[in-house]
């Protein structure tokens, strides 16, 4: 049961650098999302798909992108990365309003 | 915006204590969702409580929605060191999206 499957597990640019962080579900999920942690400051919504073929802005979209590939992969891409952007990401996947299946994060540091 | 407070940000109790995190808001929500997040894991679903007033038990762990649907608790009955960890609530908004809203989170440590 491989479930949310985010790559890489970690990462480190350099400022002005762009990147795509890749994410996959195969529960059969409609909705997928992208979050980022900081400390203190619990998860925040960057973007979401509620299905395929829609994607629309969370809380900070700024400084982000989003491509809905099909209904399993869903990618983030920083195009000019900023130090700004340093968290930790995480992808998840839900089914209507049955809960979250978050991936493991991608830790990202810009330096 | 839609804000959710959780209270207290952490919490050090010794086993067998028991203990309660509190999850606050102004606004409505048509559901209220608890996780716990290891270190270096992403956040793992506990319960999902969508009725006013709903209570669930989780062996421990009791969660419960208030009558209003803006805030929520859960109690966990003496603790083990198993149970240390972040414990975040979410609330999804009365629009048609799953969108979630997460609080900061409890940083929970029980010592042995």
């Known amino acids: 049961n491989a479930g949310v499957t985010q790559t890489p597990k970690f990462q480190v640019l350099k400022t002005g650098q762009s990147m795509t962080l890749q994410c996959a579900q195969d529960?059969?999920?409609?909705?997928m999302y992208w979050y980022r942690q900081d400390p203190g400051m619990g998860l925040r919504l960057i973007y979401y798909?509620?299905?395929?073929?829609?994607?629309d802005k969370g809380e900070v979209p700024n400084g982000y992108n989003v491509s809905r590939l099909n209904k399993r992969e869903f990618s983030l891409r920083l195009e000019s990365a900023a130090p700004s952007q340093t968290s930790v990401y995480f992808c998840?996947?839900?089914?209507?309003?049955?809960?979250?299946?978050f991936g493991s994060g991608t830790r990202l540091t810009v330096v | 915006t839609q804000l959710l407070e959780q209270s207290p940000q952490f919490l050090s109790i010794q086993e067998g204590e028991n203990l309660t995190v509190y999850c606050n808001s102004s606004?409505?929500?048509?559901?209220l969702q608890w996780y716990r997040q290891e270190p270096g894991e992403g956040p793992v679903l506990l319960v999902t409580?969508?009725?006013?007033?709903e209570v669930k038990k989780l062996k421990r762990l009791t969660f419960q929605f208030g009558d209003a649907r803006k805030d929520s608790s859960l109690h966990i009955t003496a603790a083990q060191t198993g149970d240390t960890g972040l414990y975040l609530c979410?609330?999804?908004?009365?629009?048609?999206?799953?969108?979630?809203?997460f609080g900061s989170g409890t940083r929970l440590l029980v010592r042995p």
């Open positions: 998840a996947s839900s089914l209507a309003n049955y809960g979250y299946t």
């Open positions: 529960m059969n999920h409609n909705s």
């Open positions: 798909s509620a299905s395929e073929g829609t994607t």
């Open positions: 606004s409505v929500f048509s559901s």
């Open positions: 409580v969508v009725t006013g007033g």
């Open positions: 979410a609330g999804a908004g009365m629009d048609s999206s799953y969108k979630l809203i």
